[in-house]
């Protein structure tokens, strides 16, 4: 019922013109969307229970709403406008995805090639160049293959995740593979290929299309804000480096894991050579009032109308949830 009139008010504005007005009038701020993984079909029980992989049908009708209603710009272009340099094309929006999932190559390159619609990709280094399967999708497998009941897995799935979020990185690591041992035992079985990464042949095909730029999300994926300032520098500056060969391609901006950082890891994110930076917020980018190393992104859900596509893009749903007391 919720989500019925949801659709039926957003429906309503955006058949009156409201959000293609809000649109115009908006036009210089900038929405950078971010994405995880993408699936062909919806995964069972605990291993996709957050809608982290995005189905490929839903992805497409957000990319093809953009490429009909926005001009699609690199990441890179986007963080040079805010350096003082060309101006952007109205309205403009950026695509970016975070982790560096193989499924970003087998489903989601062949849509932005499709659309001809450029993205920005952040691996976790560790993920990508050694196989180390992100912690959160090892407990998430871990829980998955419990023999308590689906919904017990889920609760207790994230009961245990947002616990583990708040700890210290190495505690946090620590825990992680004690509770997946206990839950898996000495023969735990392979993890599925929706938690797979990308392989360096993949990446350096993305890399050569002229469409993808690949961006670092750390090494480890460390909360950043949770480990020391010299642990955070090694994150942000090992990857880089890390990446960069990986892709064969310079590595110019960085994704704070979890959208997490403070004053001292933007400076340090800057003294590593890295131009730009993306971080959560859920709001469009105001001109002229967006540091390149705080770039907020927001998020589209699978299950959103062209209404609510366009009322996300244009402010009126941040700005709505906003004022309802919700995050903005």
Not at 3 to 13: D, H, P, R, S
């Amino acid at each position: 019922m919720r989500q019925t009139l949801k659709n039926i008010f957003y429906g309503a504005i955006h058949s009156a013109g409201v959000t293609r007005l809000a649109r115009r009038l908006r036009r210089r701020h900038v929405p950078v969307l971010f994405y995880h993984g993408v699936a062909t079909r919806r995964w069972p029980g605990v291993l996709d229970c957050e809608r982290k992989h995005i189905l490929a049908s839903a992805l497409e009708r957000h990319l093809s709403f953009l490429k009909e209603n926005f001009q699609v710009v690199p990441l890179s272009r986007y963080a040079d406008s805010l350096r003082g340099g060309p101006p952007l094309p109205e309205p403009c929006a950026v695509v970016t995805f975070d982790d560096g999932y193989t499924n970003n190559y087998s489903l989601a390159f062949p849509l932005l090639k499709k659309y001809a619609l450029p993205a920005t990709v952040y691996l976790a280094a560790d993920f990508v160049t050694q196989g180390q399967t992100l912690w959160v999708d090892r407990l998430a497998w871990a829980f998955e293959n419990t023999q308590a009941a689906p919904l017990e897995k889920i609760l207790s799935y994230l009961k245990t995740k947002n616990r583990l979020k708040s700890l210290p990185d190495e505690e946090r690591e620590s825990l992680a593979d004690k509770i997946c041992a206990e839950l898996l035992g000495p023969r735990p079985p392979e993890t599925p290929p929706l938690f797979a990464p990308l392989s360096r042949q993949q990446a350096r095909e993305m890399a050569g299309s002229g469409l993808v730029e690949f961006g670092s999300h750390g090494c480890r994926h460390a909360i950043l804000t949770n480990v020391t300032l010299e642990q955070a520098r090694q994150e942000i500056v090992s990857s880089k480096r890390i990446i960069e060969d990986f892709c064969g391609r310079p590595v110019a901006s960085f994704s704070y894991p979890n959208g997490d950082f403070n004053a001292e890891i933007a400076r340090m994110t800057a003294e590593a050579g890295y131009s730009s930076a993306v971080a959560g917020g859920l709001r469009l980018n105001a001109p002229d009032r967006t540091d390149p190393y705080a770039i907020a992104r927001l998020a589209l859900a699978e299950d959103d109308t062209p209404a609510l596509i366009a009322a996300t893009l244009c402010g009126i749903r941040g700005r709505l949830i906003s004022w309802a007391g919700g995050p903005s």
